[in-house]
């Protein structure tokens, strides 16, 4: 296997796993502060919180900038550039075309919609942390695919 294919490879997973990663960590330290909100009538705690989870989301959007770079491959912008861009829009997707809306059925079959539902909800939470990464691995993989396909003035 050539140096290119692992490293295109390892870039992709490891875009997958930032991405699980933040999906895990909305889920996770969303909900509790979720949970706390609710529970306490003390925001300080949960704007603390609230705040260094902010950090750790900032650092995974640079993380994902970084893996772009360190690929140096238009493929692997392609593919992170679309995984951004469907977690972006999913939550579009579930609510237009797997939801039951004015009496319309969804035009999704029930397991695809099922899916992609508890995969939106699954995602979603206070910090927005899979949106934010979702749109930098788009950000990112625009500005590689621009900075690939420039003409080259030397």
């Known amino acids: 296997m050539s140096d290119r294919v692992a490293r295109g490879g390892a870039a992709v997973l490891a875009g997958l796993g930032i991405l699980?990663?933040?999906?895990?960590?909305?889920?996770?330290?969303?909900?509790?502060?979720?949970?706390?909100?609710?529970?306490?009538?003390?925001?300080?705690?949960?704007?603390?919180?609230?705040?260094?989870?902010?950090?750790?989301?900032?650092?995974?959007?640079?993380?994902?900038?970084?893996?772009?770079?360190?690929?140096?491959?238009?493929?692997?912008?392609?593919?992170?550039?679309?995984?951004g861009t469907f977690f972006l829009l999913l939550g579009s997707i579930v609510w237009a075309f797997g939801t039951w809306i004015n009496n319309v059925p969804p035009v999704l079959p029930e397991t695809i919609a099922g899916v992609l539902g508890d995969l939106y909800f699954w995602q979603i939470g206070p910090l927005g942390a899979v949106h934010l990464v979702a749109a930098s691995m788009l950000v990112c993989a625009v500005a590689w695919l621009a900075r690939s396909y420039r003409p080259r003035w030397r």
């Open 20 to 83: 699980i990663a933040a999906g895990w960590f909305e889920g996770s330290i969303g909900g509790e502060i979720e949970r706390r909100r609710a529970q306490f009538d003390d925001p300080a705690l949960t704007e603390l919180v609230v705040s260094l989870a902010s950090l750790a989301v900032v650092g995974a959007v640079l993380a994902v900038a970084a893996v772009i770079r360190w690929a140096r491959s238009v493929l692997v912008a392609i593919v992170l550039g679309l995984v």
